[in-house]
């Protein structure tokens, strides 16, 4: 749980900070912070991917993984999620969607605080680093994912901080709820998974990670939402194997 602590501390900081300075980060101070942070998630992302222990399980794990995910198309059922909850805070809203790996968002609506709220929480807790990190951290390894993610997530919470006020504190109790219980069922599930389970795991999380620190950097758009059912074919795979 403590990936998921520091991270919903991160939130409370930075929506304080937020609320004190009351204006954005300059454009130019959070490209540099996120281009930090895309090249920490590739070296993690890489030291992750290589540590499987049969790469061809890992391969054909993210294979199926993304043509199951693109076929129910998680993204979009995500994105449509969040249009939906963002319109019922806010009717005239024109359906701008939230990137959840670049929080330097568009926050020029009225301050209001369930639009604050439902916009902060759904970029905290909408994203496969979310999920990934949670795996890790339940896991017992050091949560680096999630101690990332804050990052991210304390520059996104200044910014948001400073346009809707109190209602981003708010937003720190569904990620502590979301991540939280991820991250104990994550702790549970692994105590059935041998070493060479989790090898595999950690690998094709590792490989997503490469998608998402590409995502931060702008290099190509890969979607690594639709690709999440990896996580679970690479479990039964290696068990199978």
Request: net charge negative.
């Amino acid at each position: 749980m403590l990936g998921t602590l520091v991270n919903t501390g991160a939130i409370l900081a930075g929506s304080l900070v937020g609320m004190l300075i009351q204006s954005r980060l300059s454009s130019k101070m959070t490209s540099i912070i996120f281009q930090g942070v895309g090249l920490m998630t590739l070296t993690i992302g890489i030291s992750m991917a290589i540590q499987s222990q049969n790469l061809i399980v890992a391969v054909i794990s993210v294979v199926l993984g993304a043509v199951l995910g693109q076929w129910i198309d998680i993204d979009r059922h995500l994105q449509n999620l969040t249009e939906r909850w963002q319109h019922r805070s806010h009717p005239e809203s024109t359906g701008h969607q939230t990137d959840s790996l670049n929080p330097a968002i568009d926050a020029k609506q009225p301050s209001r605080f369930t639009e604050g709220f439902v916009t902060a929480s759904m970029l905290f807790c909408t994203g496969s680093l979310a999920i990934l990190g949670a795996i890790e951290d339940g896991s017992g390894e050091t949560p680096r994912l999630l101690l990332t993610k804050s990052i991210m997530d304390a520059v996104a919470s200044i910014a948001l901080g400073a346009s809707f006020g109190i209602a981003v504190l708010f937003s720190a109790i569904p990620v502590l709820l979301y991540q939280g219980t991820l991250t104990l069922l994550a702790a549970f599930l692994t105590r059935y998974m041998s070493e060479g389970m989790m090898s595999d795991l950690t690998s094709v999380g590792g490989i997503l990670l490469i998608g998402l620190g590409i995502n931060i950097l702008d290099i190509k758009q890969i979607n690594v939402t639709n690709m999440l059912p990896a996580l679970i074919i690479v479990v039964i795979l290696s068990y199978l194997w």
